[in-house]
T-cell receptor, first 114, second 116 residues
Framework: DAKTTQPPSMDCAEGRAANLPCNHSTISGNEYVYWYRQIHSQGPQYIIHGLKNNETNEMASLIITEDRKSSTLILPHATLRDTAVYYCIVREYRARGTASKLTFGTGTRLQVTL | GAGVSQTPSNKVTEKGKYVELRCDPISGHTALYWYRQSLGQGPEFLIYFQGTGAADDSGLPNDRFFAVRPEGSVSTLKIQRTERGDSAVYLC??????????????FGEGSRLTVL
């Protein structure tokens, strides 16, 4: 799996948008970009993933650059409950019926403040 | 329950002892993963199962670590002759494999192992 680079920490005011960047300059054509987060003392939680198109769900939006070498996770209205470590991961797409592992880095520690 | 269940939630043992950690995945999930996480680090991959077989065990650190999933559901991570360096949170995750879809992983709360 390709490696990712994320800033170690970020702050965001409650109610504002949190934009978390990720570089994955060596991503391959068959690799997806995944985002997970880990709130203190809990297991990681899936947020969103994408291949090349921008994606949005009830939790966040994922913006992937056209060359796929970087992406940004957007939490549109951050709350205190969004304080967590956010992991950007690239994961190989496998043929139907097979799985592949996620390789975590150290992530970005997002602190949402009042 | 609806989520991934791990037992025990906390385990304290002495150096040299044998430990088993159990994972109950989400019903119907064919893939099961074990990770371990040390303080301040991201989860580190250990092994994953596709059904009953270990599809990738490249993350197991040495032969003291072993995992089984005999019926394709519950899995047990076994650690022999524990060392202080084995102290960590051991995380289990499961995922559903559907045709053409890369399934997301659902993680349990983890088992915190402390080796004295």
């Amino acid at each position: 799996d390709a490696k990712t680079t994320q800033p170690p920490s970020m702050d965001c005011a409650e109610g504002r948008a949190a934009n978390l960047p990720c570089n994955h300059s060596t991503i391959s054509g068959n690799e997806y970009v995944y985002w997970y987060r880990q709130i203190h003392s809990q297991g990681p939680q899936y947020i969103i993933h994408g291949l090349k198109n921008n994606e949005t769900n009830e939790m966040a939006s994922l913006i992937i650059t056209e060359d796929r070498k970087s992406s940004t996770l957007i939490l549109p209205h951050a709350t205190l409950r969004d304080t967590a470590v956010y992991y950007c991961i690239v994961r190989e797409y496998r043929a139907r019926g097979t799985a592949s592992k996620l390789t975590f880095g150290t992530g970005t520690r997002l602190q949402v403040t009042l | 329950g609806a989520g991934v269940s791990q037992t025990p939630s906390n385990k304290v043992t002495e150096k040299g002892k044998y430990v088993e950690l159990r994972c109950d995945p989400i019903s119907g999930h064919t893939a099961l993963y074990w990770y371990r996480q040390s303080l301040g680090q991201g989860p580190e991959f250990l092994i994953y199962f596709q059904g009953t077989g270990a599809a990738d065990d490249s993350g197991l650190p040495n032969d003291r670590f072993f995992a089984v999933r005999p019926e394709g559901s519950v899995s047990t991570l076994k650690i022999q002759r524990t060392e202080r360096g084995d102290s960590a949170v051991y995380l289990c995750a499961s995922s559903l494999i559907r045709s053409g879809r890369v399934g997301e992983l659902f993680f349990g709360e983890g088992s915190r192992l402390t080796v004295l």
